[in-house]
RNA sequence: GGGUUGAUAGCUCAGUCGGUAGAGCUGCGGACUUUUAAUCCGUAGGUCGCGGGUUCGAGUCCCGCUCAACCCA
């Protein structure tokens, strides 16, 4: 498919290279050239190139790659390994080399991503996904093709053979009997030095940016290894993967706002799935005691460095287990996700793991929610919140704040840095519009602790954060999370956070069908009241559980996010290949 | 949804008080048989995001819009 720009483009392509123009049009020729555009300028040169190639009767798009080679065609990590033996002292030798090599001929193809010419010796440096390897064209071994290299640019794919040598400098390079154009690239790459740069760019060309910039090639080879070392540690653990419905006919699983969408034939709307929590719970019933899946979530929300659109989770579902035993298994699979991670690829860990905030190699700090709230609350300095704690610990809070607390704000804001540093008119308009006290708990914990877990929770020498299971939820913030035994104001839930940020989210199940009903009952006023961001009641669902899901805990998990932590990634986008964007023509 | 910042050559960036639009890289022509951002000589390349306004004159000042980044909700 062809994205070129109908105009100038076609007439400037035939006619303004001098070399090939034919007639005694010249001047105007160069006329046509010098008022296109530097890009169209670009394009037209290397079409034209193209068409010199084509004119000699030669593919600028071939498909018969390695044939007729008469050396071992070979990736250019496996070329590279032939010569393993040919380094004095850090640097490449020729004879070393040669001796290596046992003077055999290799040929490696990839594209051209340097090209210095000095006279009758030439330089390219070509990349292919195992590697680069340098090309040292000399035009004594080349003889007359050494004029091939003008049908070439930065940016083509080319094919060459030769033997293995090194330069003078001590580099490993191929010095081609032969060298062709094997793809011709119209369009020039980035800047050599300062590369693609540009976010917006990067994002909507994401094939220049994955050429520009091998470091994004990396965080996405991590992000498959991530993926691949999760799958491998599920699976070892005898889950099995399924795959579930993305287009749903109710809300559930997740308190989020969803897309719609509509089948036609059945003439029925469809939510895209904010979660797999249902389904999965369901395989549960039906046996399928440990199961997860790793797949596509949608959720009609904002975007922002956390959030995308679509996005990646893992969820999996453990028979007969409960919380505790998944935050063993948290920390587990998170530390052999990473070690996998940097035995796949040592020197991009390396510099990852030194730029972390975070440390996992320490026991993650398990704390509940309303202690966590009493501490944050003491560590404010006020004195009316420490005396509240002393007497009721972290729900003793909950009474001071119950009505509105403007008036005492000011003074309190002032009482030290920690109490300065909260946001105290959004937690003000949180709390006030609670309708219970668990979710005035939650809102304790979320403007007195969650901005604080990174520097609250250190590891033993104080240099990196560590990771927090915060637990023990109020049972109104969580509709299909089991009541704790002891005390049925809480859930056994836990929420994982790393670096500050949301990793996990999991809870011992529901599993007593009237208890869910009710809980769905209560989603459905919500709604009824005006919260957009509930659940439906899921008649199937609660049927399901009537039939007995033995006792069960399961895990939420963005693969995103765990790319981003374990890749130091600002932002989800540098972890989706293509992340969702306006339109914008080019 | 709100705030802040930004958008100038294919890429990376300058552009002073409002007075003829600049550099490096890329491209094109040339020199060069050991380069690593090669070097040297020459040369081309612009809808200053889009649309209005003020002005004798706008990349620059004002208004609106689009897109993006960051922060907040």
New binding site residues.
């Given amino acids: 498919m062809s994205i070129t720009k109908p105009n100038s483009e076609s007439q400037v392509s035939s006619q303004s290279d001098p ?1 090939i123009s034919q007639g005694p049009d010249t001047d105007r020729d160069v006329v046509v ?7 169209d ?2 394009l037209a ?1 290397r079409r034209a190139k193209a068409e010199k190639v084509r004119a000699r009767g030669e593919n600028p798009f071939a498909n018969d790659v390695g044939k007729g080679s008469s050396g071992a065609v070979l990736d250019i990590g496996k070329a590279r390994a032939r010569a393993e033996g040919g380094k004095v002292e850090g640097k490449y030798v020729e004879e070393h080399v040669r001796a290596a090599t046992g003077a055999e001929a290799v040929s490696v193809r990839g594209r051209v991503i ?8 030439t ?1 390219l440096r070509l990349r292919d996904r195992t590697g680069e390897i ?1 090309l ?1 064209v ?3 071994t080349m003889g007359e093709g050494y004029a091939r290299l003008d049908d070439l ?2 940016g083509d794919i080319v094919e060459a053979e030769g033997l293995l040598t090194a ?5 490993l ?1 191929v010095e081609p009997t032969s060298l062709r154009l094997v793809t011709k690239a119209f369009r ?1 790459l ?12 990067r ?1 909507r060309q994401r094939y220049v940016d994955l050429i520009a910039n091998p470091a994004v090639t990396d965080v996405f080879r991590a992000r498959s290894l991530i993926v691949r070392a999760t799958r491998s540690i599920l699976d070892d653990a005898d889950f099995l993967e399924v795959e579930t419905p993305t287009m749903h006919t109710l809300i559930g699983g997740a308190v989020a706002k969803p897309f719609n969408t509509h089948h036609n034939a059945l003439d029925m709307n469809l939510f895209m799935r904010i979660a797999p929590e249902l389904y999965l719970k369901r395989l549960v019933v039906g046996g399928l005691e440990r199961v997860y899946e790793i797949g596509r979530c949608y959720r009609n929300e ?1 975007i ?2 956390r959030h995308n659109p679509e996005f990646t989770m893992l969820e999996f579902y453990q028979a007969y287990a409960t919380y505790d035993d998944l935050m063993d298994f948290t920390e587990v699979l998170l530390r052999g996700v990473d070690a996998r991670l940097k035995a796949a690829m040592p020197e991009a860990h390396a510099a990852w793991h030194k730029g972390r905030a975070y440390t996992i190699d320490e026991p993650f700090a398990r704390v509940p929610m309303d202690l966590a709230v009493a501490r944050g609350a003491v560590k404010t300095e006020i004195p009316a919140w420490a005396q509240a704690v002393t007497d009721g610990g972290g729900v003793g809070l909950l009474t001071l704040l119950q009505g509105d607390f403007g008036g005492s704000m000011k003074e309190w804001s002032k009482a030290s840095p920690r109490a300065k540093a909260i ?1 105290w008119s ?1 937690f003000r ?1 949180g709390v006030m519009k609670c309708d219970n006290d668990g979710e005035r708990l939650f809102a304790l914990y979320e403007y007195l602790c969650e901005p604080f877990l990174i520097e609250d929770y250190r590891s033993k020498d104080g240099s990196h954060s560590i990771p927090v299971f915060v637990k023990d939820y109020p049972f109104e913030t969580s509709p299909l999370a089991r009541k704790n035994d002891a005390n049925p104001a809480l859930v056994d839930r836990f929420e994982l956070f790393v670096n500050g940020r949301e990793l996990c989210n999991a809870f011992s199940e529901l599993n007593d069908p009237e208890d869910q009903a009710a809980r769905f009952r209560a989603q459905v006023d919500k709604k009824a009241k005006g919260d957009d961001e509930t659940m439906d009641y899921d008649e199937d669902y609660i049927r399901a559980l009537e039939h007995g899901m033995p006792p069960a805990a399961g895990f939420g998990m963005g693969m995103d996010r765990l790319t981003m932590l374990l890749t130091n990634a ?2 989800i ?1 540098d972890v989706i290949l293509f992340p969702l ?2 339109p ?1 023509s080019p």
């Avoid at 050239?33 to 890009?39: I, R």
């Avoid at 340097?114 to 010796?121: C, I, V, Y």
């Avoid at 330069?167 to 580099?171: A, F, L």
């Fill in positions: 070399r050239a010098s008022q296109a555009s530097a890009e300028a670009i040169f340097a090209l210095r010419s000095s006279g009758g010796l330089f340098q040292l000399s035009q004594s640019d930065v330069s003078k400098r001590g580099e390079s020039p980035p800047e050599k030095w300062h590369g693609l740069t540009d976010v917006e760019t994002y904002g922002s460095t946001d959004n308009k600002q932002s986008r964007l306006r914008h």
